[in-house]
Structure formats: C-alpha cells, structure tokens
C-alpha cells in the first residue's frame, strides 16, 4: 500500500489549509484512514482519524477547527484546516490502518508534508 500526500504548506494565523492522501495498491482494504502530527521535539500524535464505516475522532487540541473527510471511491482523505495557529505547526503525516489478509492489519505511512502556521 502506497500513501500519496498533498497540500500544507506556509499560512498566516488564522487561515486555512487542506491536506488530502490517497492510497494506491493491490488486495487490500481501509479500515481506517487518519492525519498525524510531529512537532520539533515533541512525539507524534493523531491529529484526526475516519473508519470507513465513517465514524471520526479527532484531538482535543483541533475540534471545531479541522474536518477529515473520506472518498471511499478514490480510497482517499482529506483534512481541512481552518483557524490554524502556530501551535499547529508540524511535519503532518498520512496513515491508513489495512486489512491485507484474512485477521491481518498493518498500518501504513505516507510521506511527511510540512505545515507552518506563522504569527
């Protein structure tokens, strides 16, 4: 399974960006899709997450603000972000939890995409 990421990017205060990924390869199926964070020297944390029964959860830190949103047909996701502050600034990174065989999940990583949300 191969993540294919895009968008972040610099934005001032307060504005907005979009991240999206997809997903490509053969004989598997999404069980969950999500957006992860790493911030310089700060461990990384879920940012937001979608099951493909299309349940969300999303970090304390980013309610109100992001939206994840999936495209089952494209085996995509997306994570808007709105009222971004610099706090929010981070390497943002894709993963998708597959099932790639009967009782077998392995998790996936996509490249990271910087995000820099200036004062």
């Known amino acids: 399974v191969q993540l294919q990421a895009s968008g972040g990017g610099l934005v001032q205060a307060g504005g907005s960006l979009r991240l999206s990924c997809a997903a490509s390869g053969s004989r598997f199926r999404i069980n969950a899709m999500g957006w992860y964070r790493q911030a310089p020297g700060k461990q990384r944390e879920l940012v937001a997450v979608i099951t493909s029964a299309g349940s969300t959860n999303y970090a304390d830190s980013v309610k109100g603000r992001f939206t994840i949103s999936r495209d089952n047909a494209k085996i995509a996701v997306s994570l808007q972000m709105n009222s971004l502050k610099p706090e929010d600034t981070a390497v943002y990174y894709c993963?998708?939890?597959?099932?790639?065989?009967?009782?077998?999940?392995?998790?996936?990583w996509g490249p990271g995409t910087q995000v820099t949300v200036s004062s």
């Open positions: 993963n998708a939890d597959c099932r790639t065989a009967p009782l077998v999940d392995r998790s996936y």
